[in-house]
């Protein structure tokens, strides 16, 4: 059998992530690959830190990206933080959060699991009265932003409620950095995760992580070692924090980081905060023209993510006829639902450099064009906002 | 503070890995990202498992890549396959031999350690010896071709004693794969991992595993849930493994996946002994320029692995302001030793598409720039070889 060169249609990607890329960091990535203790390697590394730290606005010295998608940021999380026997409280409100029992209950932790229905919040007075009654919980872990239902949660006030009870607070920020407010060190948040392929604009494939004084005091003081090697920040540290001295752990994915150094800078150039009204202004004319149609969103206004449009699919239409051609007329990629939403829901992304009016206006007359009618113009809806923002 | 682009000065890899990224690759990997659940990009992944069987010799179903570099693929074995309390044989020759124990503790699992020295093979008729004294041992692990000392052990017969004792074989190929006669299903190797950065001259942050039946058996009936979510094969296999049907898992590291797909390509092109060939020839050439240098191997020739030439340095030489001047002046990059090996051992790599003729000659060049001297030109011994190969 022999094979050929892959050459994939383009595509517009407004699903959950992956996101467009910005193709300035298509070509950072195709720069020549260096050896991972090269002085210039080296001097890249502190630069990637010194962003990422600007990202999650923290001055965590322990901030860096792990060498692997945000699943393995997760479990860096908790691989490093819950020992077994530790109580940790989980608020669940979709698939991310499931996801973190499991991450709880592999390290031989106990979770205490919260619900709230999918397409809501977690409900700060629920998480109170759970750690009155578990005073022994020493983790909290919520998702900031839950890709599988566009909701997003109160961090802020979520990681108070968590101290106030003397536990350390894991956050989910995979959707949320770099699309909306999100102040590691003001919420005093002690452990986060985040991945490059949504907001950030870059390739999937690494996982940035920033941890807290209080967080890097339980890893290095903890009783059983890391049950991952690969994922032990004790090793980790003499890696990214070693500077001149660093200890080889692993070789680093070189022309990844090279697309997130320029991911980065993308966003430097650009401002967080104003990176955050750009992802809010193309919701909110998404949101006009979707509204045009008849559809409705799934979560309520308060706590929508401006980046991840879930909304209901209109009767009488058919969910994978309609992405089926959405992808082959147009090389639209929107998202579908997940678990509970399967079949209900599409979710619509705006993240990253795929926030933008072309992209709304384009994907609002694709979604006409495959049969989505709309009394007045949907289009036109969009474009007042733009030209009244 | 502010930052700018990192433009790299380019390199000629010739260390321990990562080696030179054929520039196919490079571009390959610079096409547009599309979804991880893309028809495109679902059928991609189905000929990247297509050329990986070709490449590790196999017809293992289990065979993908996974998502994280060659240190997760060495954790993906052991997480998957180490039960708590499973006792495993690790023969220990260098550093991967040792980290491979520490990711049997870390699993809970009993690591029996067999050592060899440094720069030696690992010795049959000890793990002979180990295993009829552990009776009980249920897995033997050792490392192919050891990076940090230039070994090749003999594959066929480590696996053929511990399927005697009733033992799976986990096998390190991070430095072998592509490089040397490698042939998983001939030799009987149940669990094996690479990385992509070595002789398939990728770039670094993927591993390619591959598990046969009986691994597969032992994975699927485990007692306790593999501790990584992210690395537990019962869960990868449903997304690489599931066709049409496949489940979402973890978001895919898409554009590393397209270099990996040209880098397979480029080694179905030249044919897999073609490539072990080349490494064989230009390892002969640099061997002869060496020598004639006066320059000793660390390894025994029965033992030595042409992709990665261990050496001792010559008296009177500074290691690190040699190999400061190589890197600066030459932008030639070669490694340094080890362990026990720093500052006494350089490992010269020759690996994947820096095994070339050009690169031997100008290394042998370059290190008589910097000072190294020869009775007979060292240039023309090397020419020599491949005069008459």
């Known amino acids: 059998m022999t094979h ?5 249609t383009a595509r517009t990607l407004m699903g959950p992530g992956p996101s467009d890329v ?8 195709s720069r020549p690959t260096i050896g991972h203790l090269d002085p210039q390697f080296v001097g890249m ?19 860096l990206p792990v060498s692997a998608p945000g699943s393995a940021g997760m479990e860096t999380c908790f691989a490093n933080l819950v020992e077994p026997g530790d109580k940790v409280v989980v608020c669940r409100n979709g698939v991310f959060g499931m996801r973190m029992t499991e991450n709880v209950e592999r390290r031989g932790g106990e979770a205490v699991v919260i619900d709230d229905a999918w397409g809501e919040a977690v409900d700060p007075d629920k998480l109170e009265t759970t750690l009155k009654a578990h005073p022994d919980a020493k983790i909290v872990a919520f998702v900031h932003a839950e890709t599988s239902t566009g909701v997003r949660s109160d961090a802020k006030t979520l990681v108070e409620i968590a101290h106030r009870h003397d536990c350390l607070a894991i956050v989910d920020a995979v959707t949320s950095l770099g699309g909306t407010e999100l102040r590691v060190d003001d919420w005093g948040i002690d452990a986060i995760y985040s991945g490059t392929q949504k907001c950030l604009s870059c390739v999937p494939g690494l996982s940035p992580v920033s941890f807290g004084e209080r967080a890097v005091d339980k890893i290095k003081s903890r009783d059983a070692k890391v049950q991952s090697w ?7 540290m003499g890696y990214w924090g070693g500077g001149a001295t660093r200890a080889y752990h692993h070789t680093a994915p070189i022309n990844a980081l090279y697309a997130l150094h320029e991911a980065l800078l993308l966003l430097e150039e650009e401002g967080l905060e104003n990176a955050w009204r750009r992802h809010d202004l193309n919701h909110q004319a998404l949101k006009a023209g979707l509204e045009a149609m008849g559809i409705r969103f799934v979560v309520d206004e308060a706590h929508r993510l401006p980046q991840l449009n879930a909304v209901w699919i209109p009767e009488g239409h058919d969910d994978a006829a309609i ?3 959405l992808l082959n007329e147009f090389n639209l990629e929107i998202g579908a639902g997940l678990g509970d939403f399967a079949g209900k829901v599409w979710r619509i992304g705006l993240m990253g450099y795929a926030s933008n009016p072309k992209n709304v206006i384009s994907c609002l007359a694709a979604l006409e064009a495959v049969g989505l009618k709309s009394a007045e113009s949907a289009i036109a809806a969009a474009q007042a906002i733009y030209d009244n923002p």
């Open 4 to 8: 050929s060169a892959f050459h994939p």
């Open 45 to 63: 590394m502190e630069e990637v830190k010194a962003m990422l730290q600007y990202a999650f606005q923290t001055e965590n010295a322990l901030t």
């Open 230 to 236: 690969f994922l032990d920040l004790n090793l980790v």
């Open 323 to 325: 992405r089926s051609r």
């Open 22 to 29: 910005n193709p300035r960091i298509l070509e950072a990535m």
